[in-house]
Nanobody, 115 residues
Framework: VQLVESGGGLVQPGGSLRLSCVAS????????MNWYRRAPGKERELVAV????????NYGASVKGRFTISRDNPKNTVFLQMNSLKPEDTAVYYC?????????WGQGTQVTVSS
């Protein structure tokens, strides 16, 4: 069971990034997927959630209206489209799911928002 994130980088305030997370080792279409982030010196924060079919999503208050979570089940991939980025969005972003009763985490991808 593995999750691999990509797409992070350095972006200016107001810019956009699209994160991807590719899953392997389990039936991806059976599981809800989540994006979390951890900023330096802060607690881990739930950013977005999508159900197994992709028809239901939820967002943390700090990103609602700016971020969009989506998934492509045939490609075993979940995405996080991040628009209108702010310096306070700087963090390591992690893909997560609860598979076979266990929490599964990706390695994380760094997002830095700075001018």
């Amino acid at each position: 069971v593995q999750l691999v994130e990509s797409g992070g980088g350095l972006v200016q305030p107001g810019g956009s990034l699209r994160l991807s997370c590719v899953a392997s080792g389990f039936t991806f279409s059976n599981y809800a997927m989540n994006w979390y982030r951890r900023a330096p010196g802060k607690e881990r924060e739930l950013v977005a959630v999508i159900n197994s079919a992709g028809g239901s999503t939820n967002y943390g208050a700090s990103v609602k209206g700016r971020f969009t979570i989506s998934r492509d089940n045939p490609k075993n991939t979940v995405f996080l489209q991040m628009n209108s980025l702010k310096p306070e969005d700087t963090a390591v972003y992690y893909c997560h799911s609860a598979v076979f009763g266990r929490a599964v985490w990706g390695q994380g991808t760094q997002v830095t928002v700075s001018s």
